[in-house]
């Protein structure tokens, strides 16, 4: 975009202040050696009423792009700092409006002019590839530097544990794209397709965009592989003779962004223009936007009313003329589409848009009668990019080094829910616990920040890392605290973590199994026996209430309190009720030693069940048959644990068709399931068939016989056994 394409960086020395005032290409062709410095002209932009800016940061330096991670997490690229191809640039890495002090990745760059990085997208597959991908311009100590300046596309693969992309990860995509002074593109977006769409700039060059034999001003349309990418085989030219195949489109000037609309699926992008217009193009299979012979709607340097584009050309989806005619700091420079409910309905699944030059966003509103540009924001700042998350728009502003949210006031604020874990929570003073918020959430607000109470006296911790640690020193029971609060003030409730300090014996519990003692697994009807195994014994304990016992249930979402004991050892029976549950049910024992000081240390130990898996059956046709309390139809399963009373009740009469039949006898497959033709198994005569869940798979089958024809006035009765 001549930083950005054609704006003016214009130096005015006030009072020794350096003042970033606009970016210009006479101005970095005159001096190519000036280091921008972004002094901000006011902090707050003016916009409709109702809506304001938070800042999330404003650390940055010289920020090119940015995108959301799904935790929420940003990565923000800066354009470099150095001199010729000795240029440092990096990615950044923004969590709760904290800019992490170590960079994401730094690389060799060469940043004159437009160049830099500037161009970021994460892979598809990102929450298990951790893969993202670059564009830059490679600098002398890039890897396989050859001495020749080249844009280039990159793959690296980012260590969310850590923060960090080791360099020596990069796979090297696409690097024969000669450098150029200006206009370098940088769109990255993944379709819905699964491939990758590169926006790729003119270089000033006039006679490239139409000439597609060179990817320079096109967008590229490819499919990354393990070392390389591949052409997509519905590329509009693949093995055309003398046609690059990974061209999408063509006619570009400078396609420095694009979006996604999730709605459809769309991708729009949006080319810088040169003197008349600015636009934004609906990304099409073989359309020709028609640079360097249009610019905007009409044939290049003209303004409207102008001829409608010939055949062969595709005209933009929108468009704006610059400002006082021919205004050289008009550049649009972002898009984003707004796609939650927070705003008013105006504003809902409209595209919004930044210009660099002019500082200002305005909205796109469409009717039959075309589109209406509307203003939204002015005094933003060079925005640079612009990002829908979590109903929020945010941009980056290039010249003040800041991500802004834009909130509306009126829109109700959800508040967070707090989710706070300890890595461990009993120990010896002096004792070092990890806590972690990173499970909190917020349906509305990506910025939150952590209020951390350790419940030992120590003044409380205001945090915007999810991650703490605290350092109990001094024997006793520590009740932690978290809330958290978004970056518009509502809180969550607050949750809690107790933490044991205890620097004396601890004990273990012990569960013996009396009716198996081989098995670790508890079987329906067993005898346990649990107990304290403490080497002092009651020693520095309560001599009143040493321990206390407590056994439960665990069932579905069901927690059944069976017994309570204050004694040391015990023996519980384990019912032989049936439970049939699919998930979660077990037995909890929970130990609660109490000091001579008061301080109660809990335990708990989990016994879990061994079950089986049988199946029921009928023949010669489908019978609703009641198992316990439940009646399925036929064929079907039930898992229960091994040693369960267990209750099949058959239909003694059965309708098939006019016809009636009687049942027979339960046939009884016991040496495991599926079940051989072949074995014999054990005939019951009786419908109701009351068993012990065996140890292995076994199959109950329901047989009936034909009784005859069935009496039309006895229909009603039958059907209601």
Not at 6 to 14: A, D, E, Q, S
Not at 15 to 41: D, M, R, W, Y
Not at 208 to 232: C, D, E, F, H, S
Not at 640 to 650: C, E
Request: overall charge negative; charged content about 15%; some cysteine.
């Amino acid at each position: 975009m001549r930083w950005i394409s054609r704006l003016y960086l214009l130096l005015l020395w006030t009072l020794g202040l350096v003042l970033l005032l606009c970016i210009s290409s006479t101005v970095f062709q005159a001096n190519k050696s000036v280091v921008a410095h972004a002094t901000p002209l006011s902090s707050q932009p003016d916009l409709p009423p109702g809506f304001a800016v938070i800042t999330v940061t404003s650390k940055l330096h010289l920020p090119t792009d940015m995108l959301f991670l799904p935790s929420g997490d940003i990565f923000v690229l800066e354009k470099g700092t150095g001199a010729g191809t000795n240029g440092r640039s990096a990615v950044r890495l923004v969590r709760n409006g904290m800019l992490a002090e170590q960079p994401v990745l730094t690389l060799s760059t060469t940043i004159t002019g437009e160049a830099g990085l500037t161009g970021v997208v994460l892979d598809p597959n990102f929450p298990n590839n951790h893969y993202f991908y670059l564009w830059y311009t490679v600098g002398e100590a890039a890897k396989n530097w050859r001495g020749e300046l080249v844009n280039r596309l990159s793959r690296f693969v980012y260590d969310e544990q850590h923060g960090t992309a080791d360099s020596n990860s990069e796979v090297i995509l696409l690097e024969d794209q000669p450098w150029g002074y200006h206009h370098h593109g940088g769109a990255l977006m993944f379709g819905a397709d699964g491939y990758l769409y590169v926006g790729l700039g003119d270089r000033e060059l006039a006679n490239i965009p139409q000439n597609l034999g060179m990817l320079n001003g096109k967008v590229l349309r490819i499919q990354p592989t393990a070392m390389g990418y591949a052409i997509p085989p519905d590329n509009p030219w693949v093995d055309v003779e003398g046609v690059r195949a990974e061209i999408y489109s063509y006619g570009l000037r400078n396609p420095f962004r694009i979006t996604r609309r999730q709605q459809d699926q769309k991708l729009f992008m949006l080319d810088v223009g040169e003197l008349a217009w600015e636009e934004i193009n609906e990304v099409l299979p073989g359309a020709n936007y028609g640079w360097d012979l249009r610019e905007g709607p009409c044939p290049k340097g003209e303004f409207q009313p102008c001829p409608a584009a010939p055949p062969g050309y595709t005209d933009p989806v929108v468009y704006y003329p610059h400002a006082n005619d021919l205004n050289p700091l008009t550049a649009i420079s972002a898009l984003a589409f707004y796609e939650g409910s927070g705003y008013p309905a105006e504003y809902h699944n409209q595209l919004f848009f930044a210009d660099f030059g002019l500082r200002q966003i305005q909205w796109v509103a469409t009717g039959n009668d075309g589109f209406v540009l509307t203003p939204f924001a002015a005094n933003t700042g060079m925005v640079v990019d612009m990002e829908y998350f979590k109903e929020h728009l945010y941009y980056l502003v290039f010249d003040r080094g800041e991500i802004n949210m834009i909130t509306y006031a009126e829109a109700p604020n959800q508040a967070p829910t707090a989710q706070l874990t300890a890595d461990t929570v009993l120990g010896a003073a002096p004792l070092t616990v990890h806590f972690s918020a990173a499970e909190s959430q917020d349906p509305d607000d990506a910025i939150l920040q952590y209020r951390w109470d350790w419940g030992d006296g120590t003044p409380t911790l205001l945090t915007q890392s999810t991650v703490v640690s605290h350092t109990y020193t001094t024997d006793g029971a520590y009740t932690a605290r978290l809330q958290v609060t978004d970056i518009r003030g509502a809180a969550s409730d607050a949750v809690s973590q107790l933490i044991n300090v205890f620097s004396g014996e601890l004990p273990r519990i012990q569960l013996e199994n009396l009716t198996d003692p081989n098995r670790p697994q508890f079987h329906m009807g067993d005898k346990w026996r649990y107990q304290v195994v403490r080497a002092s014994g009651l020693a520095g304990l309560d001599p009143n209430a040493p321990y206390l016992w407590s056994i439960s249930l665990y069932h579905d979402q069901h927690k059944q309190p069976l017994l309570s004991s204050f004694a040391a050892d015990g023996i519980f029976e384990i019912s032989r009720k049936e439970y049939q549950s699919e998930w979660n049910l077990h037995y909890h024992f929970e130990l609660t030693m109490t000091t001579a000081q008061g301080q109660r240390l809990t335990f708990a130990q989990t016994l879990e069940p061994e079950v089986v898996q049988l199946q029921v059956d009928a023949k010669p046709i489908p019978v609703m048959i009641q198992s316990n309390s439940v009646v399925t139809t036929t064929a079907y399963s039930i898992k229960s644990v091994i040693g369960a009373i267990l209750t099949l009740d058959a239909p003694p009469v059965i309708l098939d068709g006019d016809t009636m039949g009687n049942f027979d006898y339960w046939y009884i497959y016991s040496d495991g399931w599926p079940v051989q033709a072949t074995h014999d198994g054990e005939i019951i005569r009786e419908p109701t068939l009351v068993f012990t869940a065996p140890n292995v798979h076994t199959e109950y089958i329901a047989f009936y016989s034909y009784a005859g024809p069935a009496v039309k006035l006895w229909l009603p009765l039958i059907a209601l056994q």
